[in-house]
């Protein structure tokens, strides 16, 4: 359920490095390592640390569907971008179809039912959070997941838009795994405390790139 290259290794389902890569931000290696840290610590942080809050909860809850709402909506609260929740939700609704191919637990019925408002795509965070719960993972597992996939997803779409060999991006996926690491660690930490504690690290430059795509068709060729 974590690699990478499904769905989101798709440049289409990349939406912001698909947009870096044409303006320019991201053009090489080094631009694209630089990229990816900033990814990491700030979407990869929301990403990893609902993940690591849902799976801690998602086990033991009497009410999954409002647990699902709840942070969901705290969710939709740090994507402040539309195009930015689009994705999460793009990739929540692709890995929950997969999931509830391989079971039929309650729990990702109800998470559909619970995003029914958009089309059962529940974010991608939640997903990874309850399918580590209902495989007896822990937090740190949960959160080590979406944070691998916060920067991995894009590392692959940006070697196929920049002709970059797939053992570079393999070397750069091994360059930032102790961030990953660290990363998930604090997000293992935070998994007890109130969804409305959970981390809201600003992302502009992300934000605007992610809008910026559909508003240019240019981007859309290049």
Request: proline share 7%; aromatic share 6%.
């Amino acid at each position: 359920m974590a690699e990478a290259r499904y769905p989101s290794g798709n440049p289409d389902r990349s939406r912001v490095v698909s947009a870096a890569c044409a303006v320019g931000s991201v053009s090489d290696l080094a631009s694209l390592r630089s990229f990816l840290h900033g990814r990491l610590w700030t979407l990869g942080a929301v990403s990893a640390a609902g993940a690591a809050a849902v799976c801690a909860r998602a086990g033991e809850t009497a009410s999954p569907a409002a647990l699902f709402r709840t942070v969901e909506a705290e969710l939709d609260a740090r994507l402040a971008a539309p195009a930015v929740r689009r994705e999460s939700r793009d990739r929540g609704g692709h890995v929950l179809g997969l999931a509830a191919s391989c079971s039929r637990h309650p729990h990702l019925t109800t998470l559909a039912r619970a995003s029914a408002g958009h089309s059962g795509r529940p974010h991608y965070p939640v997903v990874i959070g309850v399918i580590a719960a209902l495989a007896g993972c822990v937090p740190y597992d949960a959160a080590e997941a979406a944070a691998y996939e916060s920067i991995t997803g894009p590392a692959f779409a940006a070697g196929s838009l920049l002709g970059l060999a797939g053992s570079a991006i393999s070397e750069l996926g091994i360059d930032l795994a102790p961030e990953v690491t660290r990363l998930a660690r604090a997000a293992a930490d935070w998994s007890d405390r109130p969804f409305s504690d959970l981390p809201a690290p600003g992302a502009p430059a992300l934000f605007y790139l992610s809008e910026e795509q559909p508003l240019r068709p240019d981007l859309a060729r290049r």
